[in-house]
């Protein structure tokens, strides 16, 4: 069975219907910095939807939360599977935390956005990057139901951004070679800062 959902501008807080239960037990999972050849990968469909999925899922909604951040791929946290976790309601709204199996984007609005994208995996840098302004997506809940949503502003935005993830594409991707090279060289510099510290 496929059922409709709607998230965006009109009602985002239907993002988080079929989204796993938000257990008291998780756990902070390290997130992944760029350069790491696992953020260049093509992520495994999920084929079980069994304890360890909802684990997971549980465990990177935390993350994201944690981050702070409003999305969050498996294989930012070293998983190459195809699973995504986002929440884009704002201080004003309840949460939406939202839970996406094997997503795929099967519509795109010939209308387009501009949005200043960020990423966990790219800490402090920021750019512009236009992505189509809707999108729809069919996608599995970790139970396995099949759903599919429709996404508008900054849902549509982050769908967008969180499953190029799981095809191994970061959002500097979508920039000049010149401005890759730039970020690349800082996240470099900024991960051997961090190793020096943690000696």
Sequence with gaps: MTLILSCGKSNP???????VAYLPVMAILPILLHPDPRL?????PVVEFDAALRALSDDMLETMY?????????????????VLVMDCSSKE????PTV????????????????NEGCLSIPHQFEDVERPAAVSVRYQ??????LLGEFDGLWATCVQHEIDHLDGK??????????????TRKMQKLKKDRALEAT
Excluded: H, W
């Design 66 to 82: 944690e981050a702070p951040g409003i999305g969050l791929a498996a294989p930012q946290v070293g998983v190459l599977k195809r």
């Design 40 to 44: 260049k990968s093509n992520c495994d």
């Design 170 to 183: 970061l959002f500097i991707d979508y920039l000049s070679r010149m401005k890759r090279g730039m970020i």
């Design 13 to 19: 807080a239907l993002a988080g219907i079929g989204s």
């Design 93 to 96: 709204e309840p949460a939406a």
């Design 100 to 115: 996406m199996i094997n997503p795929e984007v099967v519509s795109a609005s010939a209308d387009m956005n501009t949005y």
């Design 141 to 146: 809940t970790v139970e396995g139901e099949t």
